[in-house]
């Protein structure tokens, strides 16, 4: 069945104001908010399988329905692919290939990140597919630069890659990265191959899409 979607509405035309003022106070504070059980339960299933295959990590953050990951599992042979999504709903739709190198978790994102940070370990590649935009200008600090989370992501390192359909989204997102002294690169794609389905939906609707790629850190397995 074709589904169109229709194009991000926003009370905003241009970055958001406080950006820099969010980025740096987050810089500053430490995210204390305490753990989800499923999320612990679930990151401690994950980290011994981490350990057994003791490969170079891949996250793939709000993975939805697991569809991206196989994808990034095929992608990237010889690595670990982990996705990550909170929605039982979304990951049962997952349909399984033959690659064992992949597995989908249920966990809270935010925790995830946070005990995999703590674990120490380091990302070879985090790719984050069309997150919640959240196009309110009032709810600028749910979005991922724009949160207390984004420091973690930044101690997760690696090469991030991050694809949305509304580019004043992946403009802050490079203003955020540049608050913390770090560049990125944003193009515009025309995706051959959809990696999801929010992806071949918003392609069918003709929208444009957009992509930032950026070096989060030096130590990179």
Known sequence: MHTTSREIKSNQSFAHPKLSAFVLRHLN??????????SV??????????????????FDSFCGTGQ?????????????????????????????NTRNNYLLVRADTDDFWRLAA???WILKYHYIFYP?????????????????????LLELGGCIEVRSNWQIYIEEFGMALSCTGRTAVITRI?????????EKKYRDSNQHLWRINAKLSAEIL
């Open 29 to 38: 504070s430490k995210f204390r908010r305490p753990y989800s059980e499923h």
């Open 41 to 58: 339960s679930a990151f401690k299933h994950v980290a011994q399988r981490v350990l057994e295959e003791n490969k170079p990590l891949i």
């Open 68 to 96: 991206s990951t196989a994808i990034l599992a095929q992608k990237h042979p010889d690595c670990m692919i982990i996705g990550i999504d909170q929605s039982e709903v979304r990951l049962s739709k997952h349909r399984p």
């Open 118 to 120: 703590a674990a120490g």
């Open 132 to 152: 919640n935009p959240w196009p309110k200008s009032g709810h600028f600090k749910r979005r991922i630069h724009g949160s207390p989370l984004f420091i973690t």
């Open 190 to 198: 025309d995706p051959g191959q959809p990696v999801s389905l929010f």
